[in-house]
């Protein structure tokens, strides 16, 4: 399976080799990964004080610059910047003046005119964080909140570390991802993060259309049975079926999956005992997993819209070259 390369990998990291965007994990050094995780522990305990905000980002202006729509990873990043005490824009396409025809570029020339410090970008269209971090070099920082079908990278930070927190080291995690892998950021970003971090076993599960053969140059087993798939699984993901993406009928129907697919309880019996299920959101009930499991006592998903609030502090005061929180 072809990942997508825009020729530059080592485009996150300035001159001095100190990462400065975060576009892809792909890419990513290990010993940054880690320290953006290992960040995130400190910036955790925040959420649970009366006063919600540290003073290290005063002074900076970061602009959620969404083209796409986005529930949890558009407001985590805003109270993060907000909890950093850094100054917010909301940019939304709907809102701004690309619905004229302006462009992605001429917009965040217009956004560096109010000496903005830094973006974060969700667009439809793959690569375009990298366009933007390859346009503004070391002038602004730029966070990819998702790229087409291309990468999430804060998505799968905030996963291994939900599993780290919650199941134990990654390098003891059997992890199965089920569902539609095919058009998933979210499961390309996390295979890498997974695969870096030393995960012995990673197993995609899903129909034939949705997870082809070339899945397992990634360096994954390609499942096509849960009953394959499943056992001694510690950790299984379930991926939104991404009806937006589907360019052609690659399902029968919606039922169709469920019944042979979705994250029953039945199903979730084969893996590990207390396997931990995770979802990035947001989630179809019904269809790649029952809604009785999203709400069962394995499932940690908004343990993981917690987590992704501290990752992305952890991610922005890093990148703006603030490793920890001054109280
Ligand atoms: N997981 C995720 O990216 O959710 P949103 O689309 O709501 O941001």
Do not use: M, N
């Given at each position: 399976m072809s990942t997508l390369h825009f020729g530059d990998g080592n485009l996150q990291y300035d001159g001095q080799g100190r990462l400065r965007h975060l576009l892809s994990i792909e890419g990513l050094r290990e010993r940054d990964l880690l320290q953006i995780l290992d960040t995130t522990e400190s910036f955790l305990?925040?959420?649970?004080?009366?006063?919600?905000?540290?003073?290290?980002?005063?002074?900076r202006t970061l602009v959620n610059l969404f083209f796409e729509n986005s529930t949890r990873t558009r407001s985590t990043f805003e109270l993060a910047a907000k909890r950093l005490s850094a100054d917010v824009l909301n940019i939304s396409a709907s809102q701004s003046s690309t619905t004229k025809g302006e462009s992605l570029l001429d917009t965040v020339d217009n956004l560096m005119a109010m000496q903005v410090d830094g973006f974060i970008v969700r667009h439809p269209e793959a690569g375009a964080a990298h366009l933007l971090a390859r346009h503004l070099g070391e002038r602004a920082l730029v966070v990819n909140a998702g790229d087409g079908q291309h990468a999430h990278p804060t998505q799968a930070l905030l996963d291994v570390f939900t599993i780290r927190r919650?199941?134990?080291?990654?390098?003891?995690q059997v992890v199965c991802i089920l569902g539609d892998v095919l058009h998933s950021r979210v499961a390309r970003a996390l295979i890498h993060a997974l695969s870096i971090l030393g995960c012995p076993e990673i197993r995609v599960l899903g129909p034939r259309t949705l997870v082809p053969p070339e899945f397992a140059s990634l360096g994954v087993q390609v499942h096509h049975d849960p009953r394959h798939a499943?056992?001694?699984?510690?950790i299984v993901y379930a991926l939104r079926l991404q009806r937006e993406r589907m360019e052609s009928h690659r399902l029968p129907s919606l039922d169709e999956f469920h019944r042979r697919f979705g994250l029953t309880p039945e199903r979730l019996?084969?893996?590990?005992?207390?396997a931990l299920v995770l979802h990035p959101g947001p989630i179809n009930r019904g269809v790649e997993i029952a809604s009785t499991v999203v709400d069962g006592p394995q499932s940690v998903v908004l343990a993981q819209v917690e987590h992704g609030l501290a990752v992305r502090m952890a991610v922005l005061s890093l990148l703006a070259g603030v490793p920890g929180h001054e109280d």
């Open positions: 305990s925040i959420a649970q004080r009366t006063v919600k905000k540290t003073p290290t980002l005063r002074g919650l199941a134990g080291p990654v390098e003891q499943l056992p001694g699984a510690s019996a084969l893996a590990a005992p207390g």
